[in-house]
């Protein structure tokens, strides 16, 4: 399982960005899937954050092209809502704190469902 987390500079001990087609980053936390235990964890850039337009879009692709599963963060615009929902990626909307007491918030939700 493949959970990204959307960032400004990168890395669980990162906050969470406030704009998700626009977060300059993603971090990328790799997950044994039945275990759950990390097994990798790796940033990438969001070359969206720089786009004119459609920039919500373009993070979902590099999502996308990723293989992520879950995705944490602020509240996608309704297009790239629409394109994580097409796409089979699960949305935990969570502002205001680190990544990685974001995913261990949602691993602990996922582990009770």
């Given at each position: 399982?493949?959970?990204?987390?959307?960032?400004?500079?990168?890395?669980?001990?990162?906050?969470?960005?406030?704009?998700?087609?626009?977060?300059?980053?993603?971090?990328?936390?790799?997950?044994?899937?039945?275990?759950?235990?990390?097994?990798?964890?790796?940033?990438?850039?969001?070359?969206?954050?720089?786009?004119?337009?459609?920039?919500?879009?373009?993070?979902?692709?590099?999502?996308?092209?990723?293989?992520?599963?879950?995705?944490?963060?602020?509240?996608?615009?309704?297009?790239?809502?629409?394109?994580?929902?097409?796409?089979?990626?699960?949305?935990?909307p969570i502002t205001g704190m680190s990544a990685r007491e974001a995913l261990n918030r949602i691993?602990?939700?996922?582990?009770?469902?």
């Amino acid at each position: 399982m493949k959970i990204a987390i959307a960032t400004n500079k990168g890395g669980l001990y990162d906050q969470i960005a406030d704009r998700f087609g626009r977060a300059p980053t993603f971090t990328i936390v790799e997950l044994d899937d039945s275990t759950f235990e990390v097994k990798n964890v790796y940033v990438v850039e969001n070359l969206g954050s720089k786009a004119g337009s459609g920039a919500g879009v373009r993070a979902v692709q590099k999502l996308v092209d990723e293989k992520v599963n879950i995705v944490i963060g602020p509240n996608p615009g309704p297009k790239a809502y629409i394109a994580l929902q097409q796409s089979g990626i699960k949305i935990y909307p969570i502002t205001g704190m680190s990544a990685r007491e974001a995913l261990n918030r949602i691993l602990e939700e996922i582990k009770r469902e």
